[in-house]
């Protein structure tokens, strides 16, 4: 969450939850439905101290949009990720740390490293992508 102090620090607030029955059903009794985890859940289980934190060390990405969540997977490591619907990669296609995404036709030595094609996409013939997200549209 952003500071409404505007300072800055090194932490983010990363919303994963898990959440006990036994827990919920303690405070569902208090709650409005439907209610806001923010304004209403939350504040409850700490009241109950049934709220931790947990520090996780290393990079973090915000993966808020389709291309960023596929971007983090690419960024993460050297391998692609090709969709196993209806994928066409020619035999002298070279894909390198890329995704290729639904219905896609990558013709003859076409190259891409470092890419994501979206779904729906003809790359064709000799085509060079590097580092480029291709949308059909």
Not at 25 to 32: R, S, T
Not at 59 to 69: A, I, K, Q, W
């Amino acid at each position: 969450e952003k500071p409404k102090d505007k300072s800055y620090g090194n932490k983010i607030s990363l919303g994963l939850y898990h959440l006990y029955k036994k827990d919920i059903f303690g405070i569902q009794n208090n709650l409005e439905i439907p209610c806001s985890f923010e304004r209403q859940v939350f504040p409850m289980l700490s009241k109950a101290s049934l709220l931790s934190t947990y520090t996780v060390h290393g990079d973090m990405l915000d993966v808020g949009t389709l291309e960023s969540y596929i971007s983090a997977h690419v960024i993460e490591g050297e391998e692609s990720w090709i969709s196993p619907n209806n994928v066409q990669i020619s035999e002298s296609a070279v894909i390198k740390n890329s995704v290729i995404l639904d219905n896609c036709i990558i013709e003859d030595n076409v190259t891409i490293s470092d890419s994501i094609i979206s779904s729906d996409s003809i790359i064709t013939a000799g085509t060079i992508i590097n580092k480029e997200i291709i949308r059909k549209d």
